[in-house]
C-alpha cells in the first residue's frame, strides 16, 4: 500500500520503518499509527524480513502524541468514556502489542526526541540505538497523568525499580549517557553513526538462526508480554480518570500559555 507518514523499505533481510513526519518531529498522529501496524503486519509475514528498524526522519524520532489532535484526545472521554477506552485500545494498544508479538527482532534507532508515546513505542521495541544527543521523555506526570503507553511495565524490566520509578515520577528526560548506563540504551554513537551503528547490529543478528532468535524472543515475552497487557488496561482506565482533575487541566493550559502549572492534588 502507499503510505502518506512512513517509508517502509526491505533490503537484504531488514525492514525499515521511517516516521516520516520531520516538519513536526515526527508526531504521532491515527494515521500514522495505523499505518505502522500495517507495516508491522506485512514484515511479521514475510519471510524474507528477519530484522525490523524503526527510525524517524529528520531531527527526531518522534516528539510524542500530534497535538494538533490533542483535543480530540482529550475531549474523548466526556463524550463517552467507554468509546474512548475501546479507540485507545483499538489505535494504541494494538500498535504496541503487535510490535512486542512480532517473532522477528526490533531496533529503535533513536536521534532527538523519543517522548510521550514514541517513547513507548521505543520501549517496546527488543533493542535501542541512540545517538549521543537522544533522550527518552516519560513525562506523563508533567500533565499530571500517569503513562499510558507500558512505561510503566517495561521501563522497570529494562532498567531497575528504583531508577524506573525516579524517572517516572519526576517526568524528567533520560539522555543518552544515563539510558546506556541503565541498560536502556545497547549502542550510544555519534549522530552521524546512527544509522551505520543500527544496521551493523542488525546484521549481527542476521547471522544467526531465525527459529532460535524467535524462540529467546518468545522465552523473554512469557514475562514481558503479559506484563505489558495488563499496564496498558490499567493505565487506560487510570487515564481516563486522571484527565478529569484538576491539575491535568492546568497543566494543559500552563503548557498553551508557556507557563509552569500549579499543582493543587485535585
Known amino acids: ?26 508526531a504521532v498522529n491515527y494515521p500514522l499509527m495505523s ?17 525490523l528498524i524503526l527510525r524517524g526522519a529528520g531531527r527526531a524520532f518522534s516528539s510524542g502524541a500530534d497535538i494538533g489532535e490533542m483535543d480530540d484526545l482529550i475531549g474523548g472521554w466526556r463524550k463517552d468514556p467507554h468509546a474512548y477506552i475501546r479507540h485507545i485500545r483499538e489505535q494504541e494498544h ?10 522477528k527482532p526490533t531496533i529503535a534507532s533513536i536521534r532527538g526526541y ?19 544527543e537522544a533522550v527518552f521523555g516519560p513525562t ?58 543500527t544496521n551493523e547490529l542488525a546484521e549481527k543478528v542476521l547471522q544467526t538462526a531465525p527459529k532460535a532468535v524467535a524462540a529467546c524472543k518468545a522465552a523473554l515475552n512469557r514475562v514481558l508480554l503479559p506484563a505489558l497487557q495488563a499496564d496498558l488496561e490499567f493505565s487506560v482506565r487510570e487515564q481516563t480518570l486522571l484527565k478529569q482533575t484538576s491539575d491535568h487541566k492546568d497543566a494543559l493550559e500552563a ?9 493543587a492534588g485535585r
Open 1 to 26: 500500500m502507499t503510505y502518506e507518514n512512513i517509508i517502509f523499505e526491505k533490503l537484504e533481510g531488514i525492514a525499515t520503518v521511517t516516521l516520516n513526519r520531520p516538519a513536526v518531529l515526527n
Open 35 to 51: 499505518e505502522l501496524r500495517d507495516a508491522i503486519d506485512d514484515a511479521a509475514k514475510d519471510a524474507a524480513v528477519r530484522v
Open 94 to 103: 494494538s500498535l504496541l502489542l503487535s510490535l512486542r508479538k512480532i517473532e
Open 114 to 132: 523519543a517522548v510521550g508515546v514514541a517513547c513507548g513505542i521505543a520501549l517496546c521495541c527488543d533493542m535501542r540505538v541512540m545517538s549521543a
Open 140 to 197: 506523563f506526570v508533567r500533565i499530571g497523568l500517569m503513562p499510558g503507553d507500558g512505561d510503566s511495565a517495561l521501563l522497570p524490566a529494562l532498567v531497575g525499580y528504583g531508577h524506573a520509578m525516579e524517572y517516572l515520577l519526576t517526568g524528567q528526560y533520560i539522555d543518552a549517557d544515563a539510558a546506556f548506563r541503565m541498560g536502556l540504551a545497547n549502542r550510544v554513537v555519534p549522530a552521524d553513526r546512527l544509522d551505520d551503528a
Open 255 to 263: 503548557f498553551l500559555a508557556k507557563r509552569h502549572p500549579v499543582f
